[in-house]
């Protein structure tokens, strides 16, 4: 069965770094999603992506992120000069239409 | 704003128990309206889905009508198993061409032998 893969499961980077969290959707999806869980908070939408453009973002999703599609299979969030506060899992979603298939998630941390 | 409020957890229960987690919701127009369940180590799987008012979804005993009447999506299930331990997720999308979900804080169950 086709299944959402992330990279890698667990980042820890110093204050200030970038850092990339990489992502491979199910090949045959068009729409592409990263959303963010803060320990012990709601599952946040970062942004979408669709026909390599974003399509919507959210208020959290300010200049220091941005994604990219760069080789047609991965998908990936850079997060420029990471801030204590952008410590949280990160899940890649991608979807043919309605059901979002989710990937097992990304623990970034940052010290 | 749009929101997803879900019952506070953790929620403990034992086996072949009846479980009930509510879910209400905060959107305009007619969302769809989804459960997802993450295992422990997992990422989240979509466990069911109601599409339009008094839709029943229902998946591995578990269902959950949407209620337009009281925005409601409660998740039930009459005879829970150990292996149904697990954080499950209330979300809904408003359509529109993206279709990204809004979430509730999610509820850890856990179910003892």
């Known amino acids: 069965e086709p299944e959402v893969t992330q990279t890698p499961s667990h980042q820890v980077t110093q204050m200030g770094q970038e850092v990339i969290l990489r992502c491979v959707p199910i090949s045959n999806h068009l729409y592409f999603y990263w959303y963010r869980q803060i320990l012990g908070q709601k599952v946040e939408f970062l942004v979408s992506?669709?026909?390599?453009?974003?399509?919507?973002k959210s208020e959290i999703f300010d200049d220091q992120f941005s994604v990219e599609r760069p080789d047609g299979s991965n998908f990936t969030l850079k997060i420029r000069s990471t801030k204590l506060e952008d410590s949280a899992m990160y899940f890649c979603?991608?979807?043919?239409?309605?059901?979002?298939?989710f990937g097992p998630g990304t623990r970034l941390t940052v010290l | 704003g749009d929101s997803v409020t879900q019952m506070e957890g953790p929620v403990t229960l034992s086996e072949e128990a009846f479980l009930t987690i509510n879910c209400t919701y905060t959107a305009t127009g007619y969302p769809s309206l989804f459960w997802y369940v993450q295992y422990p180590g997992e990422g989240l799987q979509l466990l069911l889905k109601?599409?339009?008012?008094?839709d029943k979804g229902s998946n591995k005993g578990f269902e959950a009508t949407y209620r337009k009447e009281t925005t409601s999506f409660h998740l039930e299930k009459g005879s829970v198993q150990v292996s149904d331990s697990a954080v499950y997720f209330c979300a809904y999308n408003s359509g529109g061409s993206n279709y990204k979900l809004t979430f509730g804080k999610g509820t850890l169950l856990t179910v003892n032998p």
């Open positions: 109601a599409t339009k008012a008094d």
């Open positions: 979603a991608s979807s043919g239409g309605q059901e979002q298939f």
């Open positions: 992506f669709y026909n390599n453009e974003i399509s919507e």
